[in-house]
């Protein structure tokens, strides 16, 4: 695949590009800002070089909001920051609990649109470290057919501090910001299995994940961050290439004919093409495996040909297979598959030598599982921006 496509699909994100991080009262949001962007705009300031260091462990490590708390800078240079920046985060919209621990919360950004980030606990009992389920878009550019985002148009891409930002509020919201007292991180892993197609906003949500795993701010492993993508092959091998976090492909079927149907981004990039950018993905190995989701729907992806056939169209990657029963939303055109089907589908898979867990459906009392996710933004006309 020739960088002229790449270079197409960076044209097209410019054009739902997110809002400046200037505000209103003329401040600027430093949230979302690299190490050399903050350092700049405080040189700029009138502040020294070496404050840029100080501001940025307090943004991302110790997670205040508040100028005043960061006790290793002098008043003044308190003041001057609070005069001209601020640390912002997504306003809650609403915070939804399941019964089963999951939480969900619609966020608000900025300009008044929003999107829904989900803290999902873990379920191992010596490891009770959650994922955050993070949105890189404002609805989706893809349509998806099982999905309920790909009812929602595309609004506009999601900016790096909004992306990071919606880690940081979930961090707020458990108060998980470690003090002097308790360095203990039970948010300490990342999804990108909200809502859009991370890939095609690669360059905010590289420049969010940079941040999250700066060894002075967030510091989260690689191996503690997943991008999921349902199959935009030049953007996974700069993926690969840039961030070489792990990978799980949104596959959904064995052949073309009905990955077209479930996955419309198959018509331009087909399974074999997918396939290939997989095998040739960085650091892929029996430690670090390649997830493949398949979502179960009842008579239609789910019969024992299909996993026989998926377990040939996988031979020799260093894989797992995630297996989703379908998670139902209003006006849905599909049903679960039947538990009978599902355990004959795993037993399949796993025979041919690849894990093929069961995903245990989370969140779906709030509509928080997945597939699930949605919103009521909307796209406005240029005029009225």
Known sequence: MDGADAARIEAKAAAFAPPSSLREDGRIDLVGLSRAELEALLVEAGMERFRARQVFHWIYFRGVTDFGRMSSIARPAQARLAEKFVIGRPGTVRDE????????????????????????????????????CISSQVGCTLTCRFCHTGTQPLVRNLGSGEIIGQFMAARDAYGEWPTPQSEA???????LMGMGEPLYNFEHVAAAMRLAMDAEGIALSRRRITLSTSGVVPMMDRCGAELGV???VSLHAVNDALRDRLVPLNRKYPIAELIAACRRYPGA????????????????????????????????????????PFNPWPGAPFETSGEGAIRRFAAIVQDGGYAAPVRAPRGRDILAACGQLRTDSQRRRKSAA
């Open 185 to 191: 991180r039970l948010l300490s892993n990342i999804v």
């Open 246 to 248: 792990n990978l799980a």
């Open 97 to 132: 609990r399941s019964a089963d621990g999951t939480r969900k919360w619609l966020l608000r950004f900025g300009d008044g649109q929003e999107a829904e980030t989900v803290y999902i606990p873990g379920t191992d009992a010596e490891d009770a470290r959650g994922a955050v």
């Open 285 to 324: 190995s029996n430690a670090r495996r390649i997830t493949f989701e398949y979502v179960m729907l009842k008579g239609v992806n789910d019969s024992e040909a299909d996993a026989r056939a998926l377990v040939r169209l996988i031979a020799g990657l260093p894989a797992k297979v995630n297996l989703i």
